[in-house]
């Protein structure tokens, strides 16, 4: 599978991070030993230069790719419609791109879920005059700062004025430049605040962090997520697609109905091995040592997500 530009700024830097971490462990400096760096550092620092690609959909839809997630654009005499905003360092990469498409303002923007690779770009989406919808879980998560310590940050939260303010309790459709919008809510799964969009003629769904195209996914134990839920969202989601349906993840290439159940079927492949290793009484570190991912380390498991940290993911998430 190919990469993007930022999944090989970000491969590599994680495998620079694993060099220095494993050169310093054990070694005491002046001042403590040395602190792996979290992440979300290294995302927003690959983000800063990371080219924004655009990837043709179906008629006026396309995808934009390199800035966190994915993002979806519609496009037409109404203006765009979009589905995430990605890191908000990336703004002048992702306003060439939107430029690059047409000239039309952005009307609506619709997140996804609350994590801040989706989000973070909100304030300049809202100053360019964009209504912003999301769940009331969205709404509630980014109105505060939010820890996660999987990834060892506190994400701050966002400006007043970039908080949704068309609040969704409910699936709710929307007629947008000859487009069937369909926004469709979702028991907790990847978070507790996750929907995805269906643009009915076009045959084309946006799935934000439901579907991770080739990568191990993160899934947010600590704020409403779980591998269970996360596996019962795509069989209802799987449910409702037809064979040509165009997916696009919240990261990795777009992709089709048989990659996504093939990542439902990887999901529900590890899970079934964590569970009965923990059910045996094994300890987090023992079912990692296991490797009970091995089967589908070639295709999932080079991206920041690797094969332990995912394994550690669906140990902490088995209730």
Same mark, same amino acid.
């Given at each position: 599978?190919?990469?993007?530009?930022?999944?090989?700024?970000?491969?590599?830097?994680?495998?620079?991070?694993?060099?220095?971490?494993?050169?310093?462990?054990?070694?005491?400096?002046?001042?403590?030993?040395?602190?792996?760096?979290?992440?979300?550092?290294?995302?927003?620092?690959?983000?800063?230069?990371?080219?924004?690609?655009?990837?043709?959909?179906?008629?006026?839809?396309?995808?934009?790719?390199?800035?966190?997630?994915?993002?979806?654009?519609?496009?037409?005499?109404?203006?765009?419609?979009?589905?995430?905003?990605?890191?908000?360092?990336?703004?002048?990469?992702?306003?060439?791109?939107?430029?690059?498409?047409?000239?039309?303002?952005?009307?609506?923007?619709? !997140?996804?879920?609350?994590?801040? %690779?989706?989000? #973070?770009?909100?304030?300049? /989406? @809202? $100053?360019?005059?964009?209504?912003?919808?999301?769940?009331?879980?969205?709404?509630?998560?980014?109105?505060?700062?939010?820890?996660?310590?999987?990834?060892?940050?506190?994400?701050?939260?966002?400006?007043?004025?970039?908080?949704?303010?068309?609040?969704?309790?409910?699936?709710?459709?929307?007629?947008?430049?000859?487009?069937?919008?369909?926004?469709?809510?979702?028991?907790?799964?990847?978070?507790?605040?996750?929907?995805?969009?269906?643009?009915?003629?076009?045959?084309?769904?946006?799935?934000?962090?439901?579907?991770?195209?080739?990568?191990?996914?993160?899934?947010?134990?600590?704020?409403?997520?779980?591998?269970?839920?996360?596996?019962?969202?795509?069989?209802?989601?799987?449910?409702?697609?037809?064979?040509?349906?165009?997916?696009?993840?919240?990261?990795?290439?777009?992709? !089709?109905?048989?990659?996504?159940? %093939?990542?439902? #079927?990887?999901?529900?492949? /590890? @899970? $079934?091995?964590?569970?009965?290793?923990?059910?045996?009484?094994?300890?987090?570190?023992?079912?990692?040592?296991?490797?009970?991912?091995?089967?589908?380390?070639?295709?999932?498991?080079?991206?920041?997500?690797?094969?332990?940290?995912?394994?550690?993911?669906?140990?902490?998430?088995?209730?």
């Amino acid at each position: 599978m190919k990469r993007s530009p930022l999944q090989s700024i970000l491969i590599d830097s994680a495998a620079m991070l694993a060099v220095v971490v494993g050169a310093t462990s054990g070694v005491a400096w002046a001042d403590g030993p040395a602190k792996p760096v979290s992440p979300v550092i290294m995302i927003n620092k690959a983000a800063v230069t990371a080219q924004i690609d655009t990837t043709p959909l179906r008629g006026s839809l396309s995808m934009l790719s390199g800035s966190g997630g994915n993002i979806t654009v519609l496009t037409g005499k109404q203006g765009k419609l979009m589905v995430d905003a990605g890191i908000a360092v990336s703004r002048p990469r992702i306003e060439a791109a939107l430029a690059a498409i047409s000239s039309a303002p952005i009307k609506y923007l619709i !997140n996804t879920h609350y994590h801040w %690779d989706h989000t #973070d770009g909100n304030p300049w /989406v @809202r $100053d360019d005059g964009a209504i912003i919808i999301a769940t009331a879980g969205t709404v509630k998560r980014v109105s505060t700062a939010t820890r996660v310590d999987d990834w060892d940050f506190t994400f701050p939260a966002l400006p007043a004025r970039a908080v949704p303010t068309e609040v969704l309790t409910a699936n709710k459709t929307y007629h947008f430049d000859g487009q069937t919008v369909e926004v469709r809510l979702l028991d907790p799964s990847h978070t507790d605040t996750d929907l995805y969009v269906v643009f009915k003629e076009a045959n084309v769904a946006s799935l934000g962090d439901l579907f991770w195209n080739g990568v191990y996914p993160f899934i947010d134990n600590e704020n409403g997520g779980g591998i269970d839920g996360m596996i019962k969202s795509d069989d209802a989601i799987l449910a409702t697609l037809n064979d040509d349906v165009i997916l696009v993840p919240g990261h990795g290439p777009v992709g !089709n109905k048989k990659q996504f159940r %093939d990542f439902r #079927d990887m999901l529900a492949g /590890v @899970r $079934d091995k964590v569970s009965a290793l923990k059910k045996q009484g094994k300890s987090r570190d023992e079912v990692v040592a296991a490797k009970p991912t091995a089967q589908y380390d070639a295709v999932y498991g080079h991206f920041v997500i690797d094969p332990d940290f995912f394994t550690r993911i669906v140990y902490d998430g088995l209730r």
